[in-house]
């Protein structure tokens, strides 16, 4: 199986940082988070905080727009610095109270998912104008579409020297298989007709591994690398693809009920999104050349079709 993660011990990663900080550092633990990140928390004096570093500044970039967009209004860790250091990107983030949500049992997670909703609901709420566009946000918080049909269709394209780029080649060598991929690609773009004309802000990556919670309510949502302008019910999507068993998309509407509204379309909108999770999950587990989760992904996504 491989891996996309950047190298980096944590005897390499301390002498990173107090070069960056010029400071000591005591307490440093790798986190587990993302594909391609390599992250971990650490101390100065008695302040905590959490770095990222990739190979490539633009994700890291636009995760401090975000802060800087959104952090008043949403549970943004506050960026403390950033910047490159020996040909390597940083962000370093301070670190806030509590754990993952998905390190927490399934009685804890069910007790923090209405504090998820609420919060999110806020997130769905937020007004963009048309004039914002489409697509991953760039670091100066411009897209590249001009609907959000464009934008999916464009994310599967093979040639767009990002990390799926040739990814087709696949089909010829590793066990991705076409006619499976093309059955789901062609059933989402059939549901994507439900999609609403406007854009909202969606993270990308909405999953329990990337809430904090000290157990009660969420303290932070980290990992925005993967923020656009879209559909903010592929979040939904990406939640409930993962932890199906906490019935986030009932709680979200019903959060909505209370306010008087409802979701269009909601139930298609969801499918698509549903669909696309396992589509692109096929792509990538055959890039990595994990058959385990290959087959998962396809086992998901017949069963959405």
Known sequence: MKSFKLAMSIDEAQVMLEAILNTPITHIEGIEMGELSRVFSFYV??????????????????????????????????????GEHDGLSFIISEKVEGVPISSLSETEQADVLDHVASIFTTMSEIKLDRSKGYGWISPTGETAFNTWEEMIINSFRDDDGGFHHNWTQLYETSFLE??????????????????????????????????????????????????????????????????????????????????????????????AYMIWKAIDGLRFFAKKDDKQAYDYMKARLKHLL
């Open 178 to 271: 076409k006619e499976v991929f093309q059955q789901g690609y062609d059933k989402m773009l059939e549901l994507l007709q439900y999609a609403p004309d406007h854009p909202g802000l969606v993270h990308g990556d909405f999953h329990l591994g990337n809430m904090l919670s000290d157990g009660k309510k969420v303290t932070g949502i980290v990992d925005w690398e993967m923020s656009m302008h879209g559909d903010f019910v592929l979040d939904v999507a990406g939640l409930h693809f993962w932890s199906e068993h906490l019935s986030f998309p009932e709680r979200i509407q019903e959060a909505w009920q209370k306010k008087g509204k409802e979701i269009p379309h909601f139930e298609e909108r969801l499918r």
């Open 45 to 82: 004096d008695s302040e905590s905080y959490v770095v990222h570093f990739r190979d490539s500044n633009i994700s890291l970039e636009k995760a401090d727009y975000i802060y800087r967009t959104y952090g008043d209004i949403l549970p943004i860790p506050r960026v403390i610095k950033k």
